[in-house]
């Protein structure tokens, strides 16, 4: 697996269950980012990873959502009680460095989220 | 705050036609400037960068040179194929936050043989 890969790809959830989707970034990229795409709002930053530290949280839209990363590799985007707007497109990226540098940011094929 | 403005799509062209996607940004400090690119069915793929002022990205026969005087980065190709149908993001990132990419809405391309 050369690619950011991430599951489940498709998840149909009941309004107010939890979800938890895993991103398993491309080997050796010490930053990982979560990214939400949906009708209206084009793509928006969630969170940023640089190991297993996330100094940057100030996308997560509530207090719902939380994300981890373990061993410098694995994250999590756990959403708690899931409501109807937050079915969207997740998409996972890794890179080796900061995109201002201009390394290049991998994404995942997403796992589309859909709220019923 | 950065932003990113693009035209809005839907384009359709016939094969081998001129394509131009427009992108302007506004930003603070000096950022990176990128062109994503998302096939049907398909994760975001990067299809080509600049990092400062004159630089021009090319890849696959599309090209964008960051123009700073006029914060542009429009993205042109001379000869578009069917094979080109895709929706085409804009982004920056901004030195200030660094790891941050902020994108246009994207502009659906449909090329027709």
């Known amino acids: 697996g050369a690619g950011v890969s991430q599951s489940p790809s498709n998840k149909v959830t009941e309004k107010g269950k939890d979800v938890e989707l895993r991103c398993d970034p491309i080997s050796g990229h010490t930053a990982l980012y979560w990214y939400r795409q949906s009708l209206g709002q084009g793509l928006e930053f969630l969170i940023y990873f640089q190991g297993n530290s996330a100094p940057d949280k100030s996308g997560l839209p509530s207090d719902r959502f939380s994300a981890e990363r373990t061993g410098g590799s694995v994250s999590t985007l756990t959403i708690q009680r899931t409501q109807q707007e937050d079915s969207a497109v997740y998409l996972c990226?890794?890179?080796?460095?900061?995109?201002?540098?201009?390394?290049?940011?991998?994404f995942g094929e997403g796992s589309w989220l859909t709220v019923v | 705050g950065n932003s990113v403005t693009q035209m809005e799509g839907p384009v359709t062209l016939s094969e081998e036609a001129f394509l131009t996607i427009n992108c302007t940004y506004t930003a603070t400090g000096y950022p990176s400037l990128f062109w994503y690119v998302q096939y049907p069915g398909e994760g975001l793929q990067l299809l080509l960068k600049a990092t400062k002022a004159d630089d021009k990205g090319s890849n696959k026969g599309f090209e964008a040179t960051y123009r700073k005087e006029t914060t542009s980065f429009h993205l042109e190709k001379g000869s578009v194929q069917v094979s080109d149908s895709a929706v085409y993001f804009c982004?920056?990132?901004?030195?200030?936050?660094?790891?941050?990419?902020?994108f246009g809405k994207g502009t659906l391309l449909t090329v027709n043989p």
């Open positions: 990226a890794s890179s080796l460095g900061v995109p201002s540098a201009g390394n290049t940011i991998y």
């Open positions: 982004a920056l990132s901004d030195g200030g936050s660094n790891y941050k990419l902020t």
